[in-house]
């Protein structure tokens, strides 16, 4: 059985593999940190997106979208209870509409 210090840590090396995935919009790399199954959902300003389908299609849409992407978190809090972990935090999301998208 590991710590809780080490599970933190574990925690919080998976939210900045996340992190560097979404602002690379990098799908192998969100392969990494996402759960490959229909049961996952993910909800965004944008709509709820259902398994790993949607996932993938979410992403591609954030690639294809924005040309840059950054994330800037705060209020980042990871609680460990026993086998399961959940991390709670604020972001701003800042991207750029590729210059094709906008003289359109």
Known sequence: MSSKS????????????????LEAADVALAAQVWLQS???QVVTPVGRFQGWDGVK????????E???????????????AGDAAWLIYDFVF??????ARVRN
């Open 6 to 21: 080490s599970d933190t840590t574990d925690v919080e090396l998976v939210f900045h593999t996340y992190l560097r995935a």
């Open 38 to 40: 229909s049961d996952v």
């Open 66 to 80: 924005f040309s840059e992407r950054q994330i800037h978190t705060s209020n980042v809090s990871i609680f460990v």
């Open 94 to 99: 800042t991207a750029n509409w590729p210059m």
């Open 57 to 64: 299609e979410i992403w591609a849409r954030t690639e294809k």
